[in-house]
């Protein structure tokens, strides 16, 4: 498959990990699991750095969900590239899962921190923070699949 394909597959898996991703977090957020995420904490930054007087909550919405999306197709579209070949759906699954918390690990213990969005991991004491390790797995397990099933060679 060439690399044109497997990106575009690569960025149609993004969209549906994010959805995914988006519909875990809402239910977490339903239990007060998640209070606040990645996406609308980027917000909170860039409002702090541009905007003192603050954004509407409209444009805070608009914001965040344009961040977390444009943020999912993005890995699922670097996703694709690394990915040469698919294999069956519990392959598929594993190997997104396991790039999932890879793109989890660079965002969570090296740009957001350094952006001033919130603590590296490591420095918080809570079980909490392992959640947006198992949302990243699931998303990039949906990635997988959905991957998979648009590689797949057909007879």
Do not use: C
């Amino acid at each position: 498959m060439n690399a044109k394909s497997r990106v575009l597959a690569g960025a149609i898996g993004g969209v549906g990990g994010t959805i995914v991703l988006s519909v875990l977090r809402g239910v977490l957020k339903k239990t007060g699991l998640v209070f606040d995420t990645a996406p609308t904490q980027v917000v909170d930054r860039v409002e702090e750095l541009v905007a003192p007087e603050g954004f509407s909550p409209n444009t805070r919405r608009v914001l965040a969900a344009t961040a977390h999306v444009a943020y999912g197709v993005g890995a699922g579209t670097a996703f694709g590239l690394l990915r040469r070949e698919s294999g069956g759906a519990g392959e598929e699954a594993a190997v997104g899962s396991s790039l999932g918390i890879l793109a989890w690990g660079v965002g969570w213990a090296s740009w957001l921190p350094l952006a001033g969005v919130h603590r590296a991991p490591w420095t918080q004491r809570t079980p909490k923070v392992l959640l947006p390790v198992i949302d990243h797995a699931v998303y990039g397990a949906a990635w997988g699949l959905i991957y998979g099933a648009l590689t797949r060679d057909r007879p």
